[in-house]
């Protein structure tokens, strides 16, 4: 029996999660000839990586740094990932290798399983890479977006994305931080510790709903403080599950077994 195969591809790779998350879903789906890997793999090696690819390989998730390099390998490239500048995901077809970004549907999803089908205005908390998925997300629902970050130059950036996408985009300082939960949702793309000063100095109420893209520790000190104050939270993992169902779909044509899926995750988890 031939054996499909995919793989996620980063730099480092050892701690990537996404082997659980897809070798759950074949084998809940009965894909026995599927296998999912991980390899280590920085942005110089990624064209010669994926050129000496054969047929067997249906996919390829792509983690940090290799988001970027990826348009450049693609034979075409997805409205959204062009949009965005960034692809999490490379899936053959009958045309080659196709770019595409699943963390801007997969964090639609994630906010759906918190209630979240349509906003107004939401709040984004840095201005990095993760902020432009963020901003595709607002799109798909109906969002103006203000995003707070230290550097304006950083939002600056955000703005050709935000035309693009036809987001309503608004830049504010780092130090009015505190007011993001005037809007109804709130995600945060910074990195680990940097909204820890914030967690006490929001004003959270109950319909605001906190989405934070970290998991790695959990829960951070933002994620408690929302929760404390009885808000919705949702959490990178949340994230991690849904832009690898969508990938799971894409690469192998069949309905993600999402449940289990689930379950395998947050045993990886304890």
């Not at 940090?64 to 500048?85: I, R």
């Not at 967690?199 to 403080?225: K, N």
Request: charged fraction near 15%; include cysteine.
């Amino acid at each position: 029996m031939p054996v499909h195969r995919a793989a996620v591809l980063g730099k480092p790779i050892a701690h990537s999660l996404s082997p659980v998350i897809h070798n759950a879903g074949y084998a809940a789906a009965g894909l026995s000839d599927w296998r999912y890997t991980a390899t280590e793999c920085a942005e110089a090696e990624l064209a010669g990586l994926v050129a000496g690819l054969g047929p067997e390989w249906a996919g390829l998730s792509l983690t940090m740094p290799l988001k970027e390099v990826a348009l450049t390998v693609a034979d075409a490239v997805t409205p959204v990932a062009a949009a965005l500048g960034a692809a999490n995901t490379l899936v053959r077809d009958e045309r080659g290798w196709r770019a595409d970004n699943t963390d801007a549907p997969g964090m639609v999803d994630a906010l759906a399983g918190a209630g979240v089908t349509a906003a107004a205005e939401i709040a984004v908390l840095g201005a990095g890479g993760t902020a432009r998925a963020a901003l595709a997300a607002a799109g798909a629902l109906g969002a103006k977006v203000t995003v707070y970050a230290r550097r304006h130059s950083a939002i600056d950036q955000l703005a050709p994305v935000a035309a693009a996408l036809g987001v309503e985009l608004t830049g504010a300082a780092w130090d009015d931080a505190a007011g993001c939960a005037d809007a109804q949702v709130v995600i945060s793309t910074v990195p680990k510790g940097a909204a820890d000063g914030l967690a006490e100095a929001v004003r959270w109420r109950p319909s605001v709903v906190l989405f934070d893209a970290l998991y790695e520790p959990w829960p951070t000190p933002l994620a408690a403080a929302a929760a404390r104050a009885g808000c919705p939270v949702v959490s990178g993992l949340d994230l991690l599950l849904a832009q690898a169902v969508h990938q799971f779909e894409q690469f192998t044509g069949v309905t993600a077994p999402v449940d289990a899926m689930r379950a395998a995750l947050r045993r990886a988890r304890g």
